[in-house]
């Protein structure tokens, strides 16, 4: 939908500029109907922000307006072109927490196109400065990681276990920051990253991005990302465990 209302919102642009202003200028026109097209986009977010207010943090509609946010974002700007696997192995109804490597400012994006239920993201505490960003990421259930303190970011845990429960999936990068790209190894996930998955009594579903993923670094070439969704580990499997072998045992998954 998101992807749609920009490309009308551009060509209407492009069109009445050619037609009722100046056609030689048609280079001007690209880039300023781009540009509508992109505040275009802003206020139709605008307007469905009270919508996300009220509505509950897994309403279809939210959910949806996340995923076509996300599809539009790696279509018309990332330039990316992402290829999942495993999607079958999303549960339907069963409590998930998905962990994943970090390789690209654009993970959460190229995963949540395709993503098959609600899922809501782990962002830095930082971003809750900026007021309007804030509402609305709490309307999604968020869970926010204050890496300079971590006691915060405990306070926070609770919440999220019962955002697990409700049906949420939160997807989390257990290694804490961007990892070199040429590196397919995880080689240090944080234990302390799977005290939610445990407390929520979830499965674990692990999640690989695989290949050279720093889109900054082709943008705005277009960059080719592969995702793996691999099968669940059921909170069976792992209950007797610390987070520590919990986090051994995410590794070895995606490692192998």
Known sequence: MTTLI????????????????????????????YIFGFLVVIIFYLLNFPLVLILSPTHWYKSYLMKSLAAFLNRCYLNLKVKIEGLENVSKDRPLVAYANHKSYTDAFALMQYFTRPLTLTPKTGVFKISLLKWWLKAYNVFPINRTNPKETLMHLQKAVETVKEGHVILIFPEGTIKDSNKPQVENAKAGAFRLVKEAKADLLPIKYVGNDLVRHRWPKRTHRKIIIYPAIPYEKYKDLNTREIAQLFMDTINN
């Not at 920009?6 to 109907?33: A, D, H, M, R």
């Open 6 to 33: 920009f490309i009308i919102s551009y060509l209407v642009c492009f069109v009445f500029s050619i037609i009722y202003i100046n056609p030689y200028l048609f280079l001007l026109w690209f880039i300023t109907s």
